[in-house]
């Protein structure tokens, strides 16, 4: 089945070392998200890449960067992981003009920071 | 500045009983608003979309309608089942701004036996 895969499911990191989550889609679809949600909050968008092309929302800190290095997979990583930062983190992809019928979530991968 | 507004944090109805998810919106120029179902430990999984120029649209058990001039939105659920059990998310499209998606904060439904 055509799928948007996270790993790992669950991350344990220690204050400061950087992380990285994965990504990966089988839909070949051009554009690909990355969503940070915390509790009781709604999924907030990091950044997305259109085909190539990296978008950054405007309040996305730097310490969290990504990498696409082709159509099927996507990277997260945080430089250095605060306390703030632990969450689920939600990676979805879609397909540019299709927004209407929705994107495709991945599992998500639930951060812990000790 | 929350463009999209859940108000109620949960809800909690009758199997067999109608169950009625609200969200409201800000941002006027968003073209369409969709609804994803979320069970703990898994991604959200679409559910149901309605473009800005309708008002109505139906899935099986699932409806949802939109009132543009009161910006505001709801999915109806009937009958409803425990399997619905799970956060509903309502989101909107910004054509503004690539047609990135923007999500409410969620509601929780239980539906009890």
């Known amino acids: 089945d055509a799928m948007v895969i996270q790993n790992p499911r669950y991350q344990v990191t220690q204050f400061g070392k950087p992380v990285t989550l994965s990504c990966s889609q089988t839909l070949n679809h051009n554009v690909m998200y990355w969503y940070q949600q915390k509790s009781s909050q709604a999924p907030k968008l990091l950044f997305h890449?259109?085909?190539?092309?990296?978008?950054n929302e405007a309040d996305t800190p730097d310490n969290f960067q990504s990498r696409r290095p082709n159509t099927s997979f996507c990277f997260l990583d945080i430089r250095s992981p605060g306390l703030g930062d632990a969450a689920m983190y939600l990676c979805?992809?879609?397909?540019?003009?299709?927004?209407?019928?929705?994107?495709?979530f991945g599992s998500g991968t639930r951060l812990t920071v000790v | 500045d929350q463009q999209v507004k859940q108000n109620s944090p949960s809800l909690s109805v009758q199997e067999g009983r109608i169950s009625i998810l609200n969200c409201d919106y800000t941002?006027?120029?968003?073209?369409?608003f969709l609804w994803y179902k979320k069970y703990p430990a898994e991604g959200p999984t679409f559910l149901i979309s309605?473009?800005?120029?309708?008002d109505k649209n139906e899935d099986g058990r699932f409806t949802v309608f939109l009132n543009k001039s009161a910006k505001h939105l709801s999915l109806h659920i009937v009958p409803s089942q425990p399997g619905d059990s799970a956060v509903y998310f309502c989101?909107?499209?910004?054509?503004?701004?690539?047609?990135?998606?923007?999500f409410g904060q969620g509601t929780t439904l239980q539906v009890k036996p």
């Open positions: 941002n006027s120029m968003f073209d369409y």
């Open positions: 989101a909107a499209t910004d054509p503004s701004n690539t047609g990135k998606l923007i």
């Open positions: 890449y259109y085909d190539k092309d990296f978008n």
């Open positions: 979805a992809t879609s397909r540019a003009g299709t927004e209407y019928y929705g994107y495709t």
């Open positions: 309605i473009s800005s120029i309708k």
